[in-house]
Structures are given as C-alpha cells and as structure tokens.
C-alpha cells in the first residue's frame, strides 16, 4: 500500500536556526508532492507542491522542498526560524485524485 | 468567496446517537472529501465524492455514511456513534489543489 513518512513527530529549533522536516514516500512512480501547515485549531493550508515542474519547490513564508527521486524523498527546510514557524506540518502524496495519503505529522516547536 | 465551511465546529454525543456533519465549498469543485485526523496518524480518508450524485468510499468508510445532493454540498453522517468516532473531522474540496475546512471536533461520550 502507498504510504508516506515523517521522520521525528516532534522537532525542535531554535530562533533563527536552520528547520529541517522529512518527508519520505513510498511508490515508484513519482506522484504529486504537498507539504501543509496545521495551526491549532485550524484546517489544513498548503504551504508548497511538487508536481514534476522543478525539482526544487518553493512555498510560502519562506519554505522549500526538494524532491529527490533515488530517495524517494521531499523534505522541508527554511533557513531560519521564526517563533510564528510553530505549528504542526503534515507532507502527503496525491497518487490521483481520489487517493492522497498523508504522513502522521511533525509538530514544530521553535525556541526563542 | 468563503472557501470551504463546516459546521458545526463542536459537538459532543452520547454512544448511539445520529448526527450530520456539513460540508459546504463556492468554488465549483467536483471532488470532495471527508477526512478524520487522530492523533499520530495524519488524515484518512473517510468517503469521497467526485461529483454530484456520487460518492465512494476511501480508506476507512465503516460507521460513516455521505450523500452528495447539490454540488456545493457534501454531508457526512453517522447513525450510531461510537467512542471510536471521537476525532476531528476535516473536509476538502479538489482544484488544483485540495483545499481544507476549518475541522469539526468530535467526541463520543
């Protein structure tokens, strides 16, 4: 079965500090690639998508993914943090329309 | 445009009881989808529609039924809830990209 994985359910930076989240999926056929962001009691918002364009994606508020296919792999960096940064972050695979799987989550803690 | 609604954004039920979750999207989508999110385990997919008229089920449809009358609808019920169905209900309509509800939480007593 398709699945995604987040690596650590919990990471924690500090202030101005490089953030790293990985994303690793599993198919041999590359699908559509997302990175969202969840604010607590919110709904889900896009932050950034791979859709076979580029292989570097650049999102919103500063964050980037790369999608490296010999790894299978669409991890998350931003350069520096900032304590509005925090909230948890949820990658998923869009296999087709009706099939998007999600990872378990990684929840950002960034301390001043 | 207001995106994607839910309501309600709270409820509690006993064991047993029935309830409709509503979804309601402006922007003409065709899919929509009901999602349930649980702690460490992301979103699953309870039922998803791909159009009026239609619905299907996704990965965890057991105690979950939906209808898809209007296009800009998609309701989300359960006959007889269970504490198992305590969670939080996210739904999401497709474009380009799918876009997400504010959530319903829900806990069974």
């Known amino acids: 079965a398709q699945s995604v994985t987040q690596l650590g359910s919990h990471v924690s930076v500090s202030e101005g500090a490089l953030v790293l989240l990985r994303c690793n999926y599993s198919?041999?056929?590359?699908?559509?690639l997302f990175w969202y962001v969840q604010y607590p009691n919110q709904g889900l918002q896009l932050l950034l998508k791979?859709?076979?364009?580029?292989?570097l994606v650049k999102g919103i508020n500063g964050f980037e993914a790369e999608f490296k296919k010999s790894e299978t792999s669409f991890h998350l960096t931003k350069p520096s943090a900032h304590m509005s940064d925090a909230a948890e972050y949820f990658c998923?695979?869009?296999?087709?329309?009706?099939?998007?799987?999600f990872g378990a989550g990684t929840r950002l803690t960034v301390k001043p | 445009n207001a995106g994607v609604t839910q309501t309600p954004k709270f409820r509690v039920l006993k064991t047993g009881q029935s309830m409709t979750l509503l979804c309601a999207q402006d922007m003409n989508h065709e899919y929509m989808y009901w999602y349930r999110q649980d702690p460490g385990m992301g979103l699953r997919l309870i039922h998803y529609?791909?159009?009026?008229?239609?619905?299907a089920k996704g990965e965890v449809p057991d105690g979950y039924n939906v209808s898809r009358l209007k296009k800009q609808n998609f309701l989300l019920g359960l006959e007889s809830a269970a504490p198992s169905q305590t969670s939080v209900y996210f739904c999401?309509?497709?474009?380009?990209?799918?876009?997400f509800g504010p959530g319903t939480r829900l806990t069974v007593t």
């Open positions: 999401a309509s497709m474009g380009h990209e799918q876009y």
């Open positions: 998923a695979a869009a296999y087709n329309n009706n099939d998007m799987r």
């Open positions: 791979y859709t076979s364009a580029a292989t």
């Open positions: 198919s041999s056929v590359p699908p559509y």
């Open positions: 529609s791909v159009g009026e008229g239609t619905t």
